[in-house]
């Protein structure tokens, strides 16, 4: 059974910083392109950042870009989310999840993520 837990989230000042971790079990983690997805209050989830299973290729939402860097560590089966100059906006409950495609600047979602997990609230205020 796949399992992905986020934690690292709380609660930060403007302009602060956050890393997010997401372990994973129950799959061949370096085989899959994970990415990190954000949900606010009242708004749909949105794919923040992506990175194939071979590392290099990267997605970022334009809003993050130049802030926020996705990372994964395949030995431990972990992907990270350094987040600097964190801005109000970026409040959010954050998830992460497998699958999905990277190219041409461009992430594309796939149909068949893993349950959604507890994911972890970040809260920036201002």
């Known amino acids: 059974q796949v399992q992905l837990v986020e934690s690292g989230g709380g609660l930060v000042q403007a302009g602060g910083s956050l890393r997010l971790s997401c372990a994973a079990s129950?799959?061949?983690?370096?085989?899959?392109?994970m990415g990190w997805f954000r949900q606010a209050p009242g708004k749909e989830r949105e794919v923040v950042a992506a990175?194939?299973?071979?590392?290099?290729?990267?997605y970022y939402t334009d809003s993050v870009k130049g802030r926020f860097t996705i990372s994964r560590d395949d030995s431990k089966n972990t992907m990270y989310l350094q987040m600097n100059s964190l801005k109000p906006e970026d409040t959010a409950v954050y998830y992460c999840?497998?699958?999905?495609?990277?190219?041409?600047?461009?992430?594309?979602?796939?149909?068949?993520?893993?349950?959604w997990g507890q994911g972890t609230q970040v809260t920036v205020s201002s």
């Open positions: 999840n497998r699958g999905g495609s990277l190219g041409g600047g461009r992430y594309y979602p796939t149909n068949a993520y893993v349950p």
């Open positions: 129950g799959l061949t983690f370096s085989s899959y392109n």
């Open positions: 990175i194939a299973w071979s590392g290099p290729i990267t």
